[in-house]
């Protein structure tokens, strides 16, 4: 009875644990979304997906 009740525990603490991780990037991708879509069409044009994403340039 213990090790079932360890097991669903350990099922809505992983279950939790990925719905939580999910939601997070789900957040972070709708802000670099947002922040992105405003910028004009030359800066996509001047910068490649590295610059982007990348450590700044010396």
Same mark, same amino acid.
């Given at each position: 009875m213990?090790a079932?009740?360890?097991?669903v525990?350990s099922?809505?603490?992983?279950?939790?644990?990925?719905r939580i991780?999910?939601?997070f *990037?789900?957040?972070?991708?709708?802000?670099?979304?947002g922040? *992105?879509?405003? *910028?004009?069409?030359?800066?996509?044009?001047?910068?490649?997906a590295?610059? *982007?994403?990348? =450590? =700044?340039?010396r």
């Amino acid at each position: 009875m213990i090790a079932i009740a360890g097991a669903v525990a350990s099922f809505f603490g992983g279950f939790l644990s990925a719905r939580i991780a999910e939601q997070f *990037l789900v957040r972070l991708r709708a802000r670099i979304f947002g922040h *992105l879509q405003p *910028l004009p069409p030359d800066f996509f044009a001047r910068h490649q997906a590295g610059d *982007l994403g990348g =450590p =700044p340039p010396r």
